[in-house]
T-cell receptor
């Protein structure tokens, strides 16, 4: 069965601190996609990144970076120099390759304090 | 980028009435759309897969007579919550898959349903 685990329910940091959000997944598929989404209080899902299972290169986009390690089935997300606007719930998700159903983790609520 | 529009964004209805939520792909054709439900401070759970021109496929535990899904065109899927009750209050969000791009599905803005 496919599963996504985000063990951190809530994290609070002070502005400008770095923070890493953990994501561990389980799947029997060899081809799959992993995603991170940001959900602000308004509710919409803001797409952050997509990574396919064959691409283990780490990615950096501004203050955001992602570390994908198939050996540990992890896809962690780091925000460098966090800002108050980063406060939101962050979801990691796994997509089934044929159906495109998304399996979401339970989310991590990030609070960045000024 | 691909845009999925969901309407309404918020709705309040009386217990016992039905409410319809629309999910439209604005700039692409979507043979498949998905409906998710999110309880407060919880994760998103897939309710059903909506297939254009055929019956929806419901996840285990989702009442198909309660949550009617219609996908009559390549750009529109609707979710009707029938005989709504307060426990149906939730955030409903749809996603649509671009049939020509096998990479991801695109999410609508979500609908916050409150049944009073």
């Amino acid at each position: 069965a496919q599963k996504v685990t985000q063990a951190q329910t809530e994290i609070s940091v002070v502005e400008k601190e770095d923070v890493t959000l953990d994501c561990v997944y389980e799947t029997r598929d060899t081809t799959y996609y992993l995603f991170w989404y940001k959900q602000p209080p308004s509710g919409e899902l803001v797409f952050l990144i997509r990574r396919n299972s064959f691409d283990e290169q780490n990615e950096i986009s501004g203050r955001y970076s992602w570390n994908f390690q198939k050996s540990t089935s992890s896809f962690n997300f780091t925000i460098t120099a966090s800002q108050v606007v980063d406060s939101a719930v962050y979801f990691c998700a796994l997509s089934e390759p044929r159906t495109y159903k998304y399996i979401f983790g339970t989310g991590t609520r990030l609070k960045v304090l000024a | 980028g691909a845009v999925v529009s969901q309407h309404p964004s918020r709705v309040i209805c009386k217990s016992g009435t039905s409410v319809k939520i629309e999910c439209r792909s604005l700039d692409f054709q979507a043979t498949t759309m998905f409906w998710y439900r999110q309880f407060p401070k919880k994760s998103l759970m897939l309710m059903a897969t909506s297939n254009e021109g055929s019956k929806a496929t419901y996840e285990q535990g989702v009442e198909k007579d309660k949550f009617l899904i219609n996908h009559a065109s390549l750009t529109l899927s609707t979710l009707t919550v029938t005989s709504a009750h307060p426990e149906d209050s939730s955030f409903y969000i749809c996603s649509a898959r671009d049939q020509w791009k096998n990479t991801e599905a695109f999410f609508g803005q979500g609908t916050r349903l409150t049944v009073v």
